[in-house]
């Protein structure tokens, strides 16, 4: 690991100004000189591994409530949730209005990582977490478009059985490979940020950009963090769930994963909510899945029907074209699930 100036923020205001100072201009946010550290389980890693290269991390953990909310701290309204950026994930998954009113996020999070990292990562951070693409991950391969721009992709002709099947290009076919993230976009939530202009909230979906610049994974500006995130209530959130399938069953990440929740009445489907994990580049909602359940009883072949949809546009590259039939299966049996809950 190569040397790095720590330091100590006490408020939202300095921790931006410091991140944004030390940005000489032209770097990504996740290139930057300085960088944001909380629970530090993403970041320590690519630093180990020479990926990222930061001269200083501000530390986060200790900052004031200078904000209405708390930043370490779940809020329950009748109009939904607010999740604070710096909960911890276990503090989350445990959290009893989320395993009763929105088991899909309790879910999510019980299944990624492990129990002693879940205790140290933060919520902020785990939506932020980088790909674990082999060739992103391992400086010794040259060809990386998000390591470095404009080199190439070498998981095209490479091992690419974990890499993403929808919304990727010949530029970057890298997967996101986090859980939480699912959830949150199939329940439509919101993110709020703050940084050096001030506050500002933004749809989660607008988080996480697509793979036409794959050096450029936000839409963080130069500064800025996330500070917590808004769940809206709806009638589809306790009939919800986060199906995982995974080469083990611990410590894993995702082959595929289907993020699902359902207002059904009178057996019909009032509204659905798809969140596609593991074989996407970036947080997936499946939009035109969810249009085709609207109005059905939920048969299997309706599920059958609405996964082709969600994957129309999927395109394999060899290794990973088998992602396109077990995503498409993971979908059927996590709908059938949602639909077999007792809410």
């Not at 995130?229 to 410590?251: C, H, M, N, Q």
């Amino acid at each position: 690991m190569r040397p790095f100036v720590y330091q100590r923020a006490d408020d939202l205001r300095g921790a931006a100004r410091l991140v944004s100072q030390a940005r000489a201009g032209g770097e990504t946010p996740t290139s930057a000189p300085a960088q944001f550290l909380a629970g530090g389980t993403t970041m320590l890693d690519l630093m180990k591994l020479d990926v990222m290269q930061p001269q200083m991390l501000v530390d986060i953990k200790a900052l004031k409530p200078t904000l209405d909310y708390p930043l370490d701290r779940i809020q329950a309204t009748p109009k939904g949730l607010r999740l604070g950026a710096l909960v911890r994930m276990s503090q989350a998954e445990q959290d009893q209005t989320l395993r009763r009113d929105y088991p899909v996020l309790a879910d999510s999070l019980h299944l990624a990582a492990s129990a002693q990292l879940r205790n140290m990562a933060t919520l902020g951070g785990n939506v932020l977490q980088r790909t674990r693409c082999t060739y992103f991950r391992d400086t010794s391969w040259a060809a990386c478009n998000k390591r470095d721009p404009g080199s190439g992709c070498a998981a095209l002709e490479g091992a690419n059985r974990k890499l993403a099947v929808l919304g990727t290009n010949d530029k970057c076919i890298a997967a996101y490979p986090g859980d939480f993230a699912q959830a949150l976009i199939a329940l439509g939530a919101r993110v709020a940020l703050a940084g050096p202009k001030g506050q500002r909230e933004i749809a989660f979906s607008d988080l996480h950009l697509g793979s036409d610049e794959p050096h450029i994974e936000t839409s963080l500006a130069p500064g800025e963090l996330i500070t917590s995130f808004l769940v809206p209530s709806g009638a589809w959130t306790k009939r919800s769930l986060y199906l995982k399938i995974r080469d083990r069953e611990s410590y894993e990440f995702a082959l595929a994963s289907a993020a699902v929740a359902l207002h059904i009445e009178d057996g019909i489907v009032k509204e659905a909510r798809i969140g596609l994990g593991g074989v996407a580049y970036k947080p997936w909602r499946a939009h035109e899945a969810e249009a085709a359940l609207k109005g059905k009883s939920l048969t299997e072949e309706d599920a059958k029907q609405a996964a082709s949809l969600a994957f129309q546009g999927a395109r394999g590259h060899g290794d990973n074209e088998f992602k396109i039939a077990l995503g498409q299966r993971t979908l059927v049996r996590a709908l059938l699930q949602a639909r077999a809950m007792e809410v």
